[in-house]
């Protein structure tokens, strides 16, 4: 009976290692994939986290480029009186007179609204692009090169930092 025992304690002592160095060998290459399972995720938070970054950056810089965009759409009437007024003092059939110091705050509304980013569409004798011009009215072209071009510019379009905020208003020849 002392020779079973022995017998197998012997038998008994091997198989418990092999089962130790399975189980050791199950335990770190599931350790391995929890390791690889985590880095995954923490990739792909890192490149998620560094997405938004550069979202909210871009946000950010548009919306510093159009914060006063309501504020100077609101000038723009005001400007279009101040052209007005200048073409009908440079007219020489009238006896208006736009002063020097007149002159100069005018000179000095465009230099600060061009300083903003408005800019004034171009408009006469350009094709018409119903994505940058309102059509008012059609009239009958002069000649057949000035079919479908701008004829006369009624209200000027603008732009803010190369985003439209006032559509040209236009006649079209046909």
């Known amino acids: 009976m002392t020779s079973k025992k022995s017998t197998d304690g012997e038998e008994a002592t091997p198989s418990k290692k092999k089962s130790k160095k399975r189980s050791s060998k199950e335990q770190i290459a599931e350790l391995e994939n ?3 399972e985590q880095k995954d995720k923490f990739l792909r ?3 998620e986290f560094e997405n938004y970054k550069k ?3 871009k946000e950010r810089l548009e919306l510093i480029n159009s914060a006063g ?4 759409k609101k000038i723009l009437p005001v400007l279009d009186d101040f052209d007005r007024a200048k073409q009908s003092a440079e007219d020489e059939n009238t006896s208006e007179e736009f002063s020097e110091g007149v002159l100069i705050v005018y000179n000095k509304l465009h230099s600060t609204l061009k300083a903003q980013g408005i800019t004034v569409m171009e408009t006469n004798g350009k094709d018409f692009d119903p994505e940058l011009h309102a059509a008012i009215s059609e009239i009958p072209a002069a000649s057949e090169d000035m079919k479908g071009k701008i004829i006369d510019t009624v209200e000027k379009g603008y732009y803010l930092n190369d985003k439209i ?3 040209a ?6």
């Open 69 to 72: 965009q309501s504020t100077l």
């Open 45 to 47: 938070l890192y490149a």
């Open 169 to 174: 208003k236009v006649v079209v020849g046909k």
């Open 165 to 167: 905020i006032r559509h």
């Open 55 to 57: 979202r909210t950056l």
């Open 34 to 36: 929890q390791v690889a």
